[in-house]
């Protein structure tokens, strides 16, 4: 005797509301990366400013340094309305607990403000100076007389969001690494390329 199966209508599988993504969509992980590769550039061209040999090198540097945080300006923003307006966002873990939603959101949202908010603090510093700086190939004309204690101020508070973007990259760092090695719960393989795709699957 044959055991009886379910039949579902085509217009009951029509009516079923979608699965919900596995995935961020190609444009947000692109993003997300480049945005990774491009902060490191950052960090690597300010170190570099310290240790060149002679003045033109250092000015080399600085040129170099200005231009990656324009760009870095420029790919926040439009990484922060794609993310508003367009991405395609999988949904949290069914098992994770409200607090380390809440963290994850806190996290990102200070991520964004610092993106956004670095870049201008370094062109201020440009600015405030009172001299013609370089950005890209251009050179942007004395805008403003020199102001040294504004100079100062910008300076102090973008070395310490510079500080503050590497603790947040860490613990964001360390929050995928826990979720795609201990919770196994598809966190980290959301924002994975998929070549690199883990296929362990979700810790019981």
């Not at 055991?3 to 579902?8: F, G, I, R, S």
């Not at 922060?80 to 367009?86: H, I």
């Given at each position: 005797m044959n055991?009886?199966?379910?039949?579902?209508s085509?217009?009951?599988?029509?009516?079923?509301?979608p699965s919900p993504p596995a995935r961020f969509d190609a444009i947000s992980m692109t993003?997300?990366?480049?945005?990774?590769?491009l902060i490191?550039?950052?960090f690597l061209s300010a170190w570099s400013i310290g240790?060149?040999?002679?003045?033109?090198?250092a000015r080399m540097a600085l040129t170099v340094h200005r231009s990656l945080g324009a760009t870095m300006w420029v790919l926040a923003l439009a990484r922060?309305?794609?993310?508003?307006?367009?991405a395609v966002r999988p949904p949290f873990p069914d098992g994770m607990p409200r607090p380390q939603r809440r963290a994850a959101l806190a996290v990102e949202a200070a991520l964004y403000l610092i993106l956004l908010v670095q870049p201008l603090t370094g062109l201020g510093?440009?600015?405030?100076?009172?001299?013609p700086f370089e950005l890209f190939a251009f050179e942007v004309p004395k805008l403003m007389a020199r102001d040294k204690a504004a100079t100062g101020l910008l300076h102090s508070f973008h070395e310490a969001t510079a500080f503050a973007l590497l603790g947040l990259i860490a613990l964001h760092v360390a929050a995928?690494?826990?979720?795609?090695?201990?919770?196994?719960?598809?966190?980290l393989r959301s924002m994975w390329p998929a070549s690199l795709t883990p296929t362990s699957k979700p810790r019981r």
């Open positions: 055991a009886l199966v379910p039949v579902t085509p217009a009951a599988e029509a009516e079923a509301p993003l997300h990366w480049a945005s990774l590769v490191a550039w950052l240790l060149a040999g002679d003045a033109e090198g922060l309305t794609w993310r508003l307006r367009f510093q440009s600015l405030t100076r009172g001299k995928a690494l826990f979720h795609g090695f201990v919770r196994r719960d598809g966190v």
